[in-house]
Structure formats: C-alpha cells, structure tokens
C-alpha cells in the first residue's frame, strides 16, 4: 500500500504562476509515489465568501485548474471537501479534544484580533466561530483519511501543528487510532517573486495568471521590475525578477545559457521579459484551452468530483467507524 499525502486547495480564482511552482507543480509530482488525496476546501472558504454564485464558481475555477495542469482524476483522489459529511462529524469529536487556548494562539485569528485591536474595535469584531475553528476542521480534513504526508506552503505549518497536537490529544486518551501526519513545507513558495519583487501574490496585486489571455500575460511580464543595468552590463541572475521565474519554467541547458549571458552582459531586459512570455505561451497554452473548455463544462467537473468523492468516502468510512468505536458512540 502507498503511503497516503492529502492537501486541501483553497478555492481562490484564477491561478498565478506563483500557484502553479509553488504548490500545483509540486503536488503533482508527490501524486506519483503516494496516494494522493486532493480536495477543493469550499466549507473552509465559507468562513469568507458569502455569495452563492461567487463559491460555486472559484470551486470549478480551481477545479478546472489543477485538471488542466495535468491531474489525473483516475490516479489522484479529486474531490470537493462539502462532498465527504464524514469530514463533519469527525470535525466535531475533535473539536472536543481542542483546547480554546490552542485555538487562541492560531496566527491567523490572532491576525484578525491584533488588526481589531489596532484600529480600536472590539477584538473579536467580525470574527466568526467558523474563522476560529478553521483549524479544527482542517484536522478533520487531514485524520479522516490517515495521512501520512501534508504538502503545504509555510503560512499553514502551524496549522499542521495544530492538527497533529490534536491527534496525539486524541490518541493518548484511546490508543494509536489516529495516524500522526508529517507536515512537507514547501519553502520554494517563498522564492517565487511577483512583478514588483515581493513574494508573488493576488493581495499584492503582482501576478502573472496563468490561464487569462495573452496580453493579460504579456502586460505583468513586460512590466516587471529590473535594476538599470544596460543591456552590455553584466549582471547577476539571482538578483533579476525575470530570470527567477524563467529559471523554473525554460530547459536546464536554456536556463544555464541565460546566466552566461546574464554574468557576461550583453542581454537587454526588455529582450529576457519577451523571452519569458514566449516561454509562459509555449508552456501553457494548450493549458488555458482545456481549462476553458473545462469552464464551460461544471456538469463534468461535477461528475469529477463526484467520483472522487465516492472514493475518498471509501477511505474514510472505516476510519470514523474505528473513532467513533473508540470513543464509545
Ligand atoms: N488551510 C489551507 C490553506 O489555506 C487549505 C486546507 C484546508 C488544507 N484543509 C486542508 C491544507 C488540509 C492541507 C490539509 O491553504
């Protein structure tokens, strides 16, 4: 049996390239040596979105995504998080096992406590108690299905700390019956600059998309921030915003040649940014057709998901049968 990794995708729109090696490109490739469980966490992103029509869409948004880039609905267990109830309940139980006060040091509410607390509102101001628990069903999310490995980007280790102190909680009261999971922090995320340098990232609105049209492409890339260097300057690669991202996307002997041409002189800015977008065509083209035609099809993404699901309530099933034994329910 394959040792099983599990992540949880936020649905949150449109992809960036700073999605895809970040975390999509990455994820695939684990998807070869694991089981892989891969679910859209639309119950985690109800803490936010209220509109009906605004969930549904960033579900099929992030849904046609990860199927364009090359998931394998036959291979990877691909599944919307509504779809298992079993989530659910085992959220519960755990909930049960959750101290308030690992719940209070959780950085992501305490984010929103700091910001009320600076701008002089009351501190739980618009803090709902789905946004409080977000990390208790995101235990849940992980133990149904006896995680080994969860690939996740920095901003969610604690989370994973927090899933696995609850587990060892849990355990220490009835036995071995949850598996701890390991988290895999992907530091590669933090390296992936957007056009302004900064970490690339929709709230910095310095994005390159990956599947909008070409000169929603081209515009960002042509518009990303360099030094001065003059085109016969040398320069150094690993400072440049252009070749970071192109080191990650073009061949070895490609990338290797760039950087002789960097630390030489006599490459333009303006000539590498056309390079890269050439690159960003080449490479997702094709993509952006599947993911459009993917659009335009949500009853299909529906039957994906479906399927995946059907599968994932296979796993968990006997597993929330041996918690709720353990507990005596
Ligand atoms: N909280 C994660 C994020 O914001 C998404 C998520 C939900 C998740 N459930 C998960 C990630 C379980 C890993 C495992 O990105």
Request: glycine share 6%.
């Given at each position: 049996?394959?040792q099983?990794?599990?992540?949880?995708?936020?649905?949150?729109?449109?992809?960036?390239?700073?999605?895809?090696?970040?975390?999509?490109?990455?994820?695939?490739?684990?998807?070869?040596?694991?089981?892989?469980?891969?679910?859209?966490?639309?119950?985690?992103?109800?803490t936010?979105?209220r509109?009906?029509k605004?969930?549904?869409?960033?579900?099929?948004?992030?849904?046609?995504?990860?199927?364009?880039?090359?998931?394998?609905?036959?291979?990877?267990?691909?599944?919307?998080?509504?779809?298992?109830?079993?989530?659910?309940?085992?959220?519960?139980?755990?909930?049960?096992?959750?101290?308030?006060g690992?719940?209070?040091?959780?950085?992501?509410?305490?984010?929103?406590?700091?910001?009320?607390?600076?701008?002089?509102r009351?501190?739980?101001?618009?803090?709902?108690?789905?946004?409080?628990?977000?990390?208790?069903?995101?235990?849940?999310?992980?133990?149904?299905?006896?995680?080994?490995?969860?690939?996740?980007?920095?901003?969610q280790?604690?989370?994973?700390?927090?899933?696995?102190?609850i587990?060892?909680?849990?355990?220490?009261?009835?036995?071995n019956?949850?598996?701890?999971?390991?988290?895999?922090?992907?530091?590669?995320?933090?390296?992936?600059?957007?056009?302004?340098?900064?970490?690339?990232?929709?709230?910095?609105?310095?994005?390159?998309?990956?599947?909008?049209?070409?000169?929603?492409?081209?515009?960002?890339?042509?518009?990303?921030?360099?030094?001065s260097?003059?085109?016969?300057?040398?320069?150094?690669?690993?400072?440049?915003?252009?070749?970071?991202?192109?080191?990650?996307?073009?061949?070895?002997?490609?990338?290797?040649?760039?950087?002789?041409?960097?630390?030489?002189?006599?490459l333009?800015?303006?000539?590498?940014?056309?390079?890269?977008?050439?690159?960003?065509?080449?490479?997702?083209s094709?993509?952006?057709?599947?993911?459009?035609?993917?659009?335009?099809?949500?009853?299909?993404?529906?039957?994906?998901?479906?399927?995946?699901?059907?599968?994932?309530?296979?796993?968990?099933?006997?597993?929330?049968?041996?918690?709720?034994?353990?507990?005596?329910v």
């Amino acid at each position: 049996m394959k040792q099983i990794t599990l992540t949880g995708i936020k649905p949150t729109g449109q992809p960036h390239i700073g999605n895809y090696l970040g975390m999509i490109k990455p994820a695939l490739e684990l998807a070869k040596d694991f089981q892989a469980l891969y679910f859209i966490a639309d119950y985690h992103a109800l803490t936010t979105v209220r509109d009906k029509k605004e969930l549904a869409h960033l579900t099929y948004q992030a849904t046609a995504t990860w199927l364009a880039l090359g998931l394998n609905p036959d291979e990877v267990i691909f599944y919307r998080q509504s779809d298992i109830p079993e989530v659910f309940e085992l959220s519960w139980v755990l909930s049960c096992f959750t101290t308030k006060g690992l719940l209070n040091r959780a950085h992501a509410y305490k984010a929103i406590v700091d910001d009320n607390i600076a701008e002089g509102r009351e501190e739980d101001k618009n803090i709902n108690a789905g946004l409080f628990t977000y990390p208790v069903l995101m235990a849940a999310d992980i133990l149904l299905f006896g995680t080994h490995i969860v690939p996740v980007g920095l901003d969610q280790q604690q989370h994973l700390e927090i899933t696995r102190d609850i587990a060892l909680t849990f355990n220490k009261n009835y036995g071995n019956v949850l598996t701890i999971p390991e988290a895999v922090i992907r530091k590669e995320v933090m390296t992936i600059p957007g056009i302004d340098g900064r970490k690339m990232s929709k709230s910095y609105n310095n994005v390159i998309p990956i599947f909008a049209a070409s000169n929603q492409v081209r515009k960002p890339v042509m518009r990303i921030v360099t030094d001065s260097k003059r085109p016969e300057d040398p320069k150094d690669p690993d400072e440049c915003n252009i070749f970071a991202i192109y080191r990650h996307l073009a061949e070895v002997d490609a990338v290797e040649a760039k950087r002789k041409l960097y630390l030489e002189g006599g490459l333009a800015y303006g000539e590498m940014k056309k390079e890269l977008f050439a690159l960003l065509e080449a490479t997702f083209s094709e993509q952006r057709d599947r993911y459009n035609a993917l659009m335009e099809n949500p009853g299909e993404l529906d039957k994906i998901l479906e399927k995946g699901g059907e599968k994932a309530r296979d796993i968990a099933g006997p597993i929330l049968t041996k918690v709720r034994k353990a507990i005596g329910v």
